[in-house]
Structure formats: structure tokens, C-alpha cells
């Protein structure tokens, strides 16, 4: 049972457009929240992430939005690079355990 | 410095035959974590060391599954009688001290194959 699902499995984007990825989550004791980056052939490594108590983060480029009460999340990649193309995975947690959700597939077309 | 490094990159085996996997976690990182993902599937969380304590092994998912962390580094995981479902990229990933909430750094993984 998947408590955490990312519904778009692949997203195309031109570069310097913005890129949005959503993530929704069932486990209302989640309370902190990931973004992590994976490149084919290399571990998945963390981009951004955002606590409970906050609705947005925002680092350069990233930025991760928090709606509690929908329980969604979304990180948003503005404006969108060709290294950006990637595999993008959300995950959730409310101790030293992460759920993650199956990941969607950014292409960044120039 | 070096990352989480995992060994090896690739196995393929025969259905019934046993593998060890390894991983080698960040220097000084106290917390090493296994999860592994299948085909389509996000990342499913194996088992968690941290430090001295008995380690969480909730999300093994059979008993031929089983990890040790010798001298509080290097771990090894050990799948025994493989099956054609434990098919997967193994992925370990390590923290500073494994409290939460604490960004796990993760290793290139190993793709396991079962035949």
C-alpha cells in the first residue's frame, strides 16, 4: 500500500520553462518532506525538503510547496535546465523511515 | 569526501543461490539505511542501523532476507535461496546520526538479477 504516489510517471518541459512535479501522500503523521534527484545508474541524491510546519522552502531554482490539508506536495523548477532532466522521487517521513513515492521522469527539451 | 559506495554494481544469479551485497556508508556517518526498488516502484525500506542499537529490521521482507553492520561501518546484506521476485536495485544510503529529521545520502546501488 503505497502511502506515497506521484500520479505523473513522465514530464517534458522546454528549457527556461517552469517544471512542476505533484506528489500526494495518504499518512497524515507524515511530517517532513523530500525531494531527491536520480541521474540513471547513480544513487538518488536530495535536492530539497520541507518541514510541517512550513508551506514553502525555496532554494535557487527549487522551490517545494506543502499542502497539508490536501496532503500534496509539489517542487517546482523554474527556470527549467537541461541538466535538470532527471528522475525525480518525493518522500515522506515521520521518524528515521522515508516513503517514497515511484518517481516521475523530467525531460528537459531545448 | 568519498561518498556511499556500494558493491558490486551488477549481479546476476541463479534462483536458489545466496548474495552479499555491500556497502560502505560515509565516513563518520553513524545511521546506514538499505532500501531496495523494483521495477516501477518507488524506494521500499529494508532495514536501519544506528549506532550501538538493535537494528530495525521491520521491512525485510522474508526471512531470507538479513544484514549485519560489523564495527559500526561497513554492512553487509544477505539474501538467501534468492527468489525471481527479490529482482531489484538494492540501494543503501547513510546519515550523520540518524535522527530525525536527517538527510540520508544514498550509494549508486546494486542491480540484482535473479534468473
Known amino acids: 500500500d503505497q502511502q506515497v504516489k506521484q500520479n505523473s510517471p513522465s514530464l517534458s518541459v522546454q528549457e527556461g520553462r517552469i517544471s512542476i512535479l505533484n506528489c500526494d501522500y495518504t499518512?497524515?503523521?507524515?511530517?517532513?518532506f523530500l525531494w531527491y534527484k536520480k541521474y540513471p545508474a547513480e544513487g538518488p541524491t536530495f535536492l530539497i525538503s520541507?518541514?510541517?510546519?512550513?508551506d514553502k522552502n525555496e532554494d535557487g531554482r527549487f522551490t517545494v510547496f506543502l499542502n497539508k490539508s490536501a496532503k500534496h506536495l509539489s517542487l517546482h523548477i523554474v527556470p527549467s535546465q537541461p541538466g535538470d532532466s532527471a528522475v525525480y522521487f518525493c518522500?515522506?517521513?515521520?521518524?528515521?523511515?522515508?516513503?517514497f513515492g515511484a518517481g516521475t521522469t523530467v525531460t528537459v527539451r531545448a | 569526501g568519498a561518498g556511499v559506495s556500494q558493491s558490486p554494481s551488477n549481479k546476476v544469479t541463479e534462483k536458489g543461490k545466496d548474495v552479499e551485497l555491500r556497502c560502505d556508508p560515509i565516513?563518520?556517518?553513524?545511521?546506514l539505511y538499505w532500501y531496495r526498488q523494483s521495477l516501477g516502484q518507488g524506494l521500499e525500506f529494508l532495514i536501519y542501523?544506528?549506532?550501538?542499537?538493535?537494528?530495525?529490521k521491520s521491512g525485510l521482507p522474508s526471512d531470507r532476507f538479513s544484514a549485519e553492520r560489523t564495527g559500526g561501518s561497513v554492512s553487509t546484506l544477505t539474501i538467501q535461496r534468492t527468489q525471481q521476485e527479490d529482482s531489484a536495485v538494492y540501494l543503501c544510503?547513510?546519515?550523520?546520526?540518524?535522527?530525525?529529521?536527517?538527510?540520508?545520502?544514498f550509494g549508486p546501488g546494486t542491480r540484482l538479477t535473479v534468473l
Open positions: 518522500a515522506a517521513s515521520d521518524d528515521y523511515k522515508l516513503s
Open positions: 520541507i518541514s510541517s510546519i512550513k
Open positions: 499518512n497524515s503523521m507524515f511530517d517532513y
Open positions: 565516513s563518520g556517518h553513524t545511521a
Open positions: 544510503a547513510s546519515s550523520l546520526e540518524g535522527v530525525f529529521p536527517d538527510t540520508q545520502y
Open positions: 542501523f544506528q549506532g550501538n542499537s538493535a537494528p530495525d
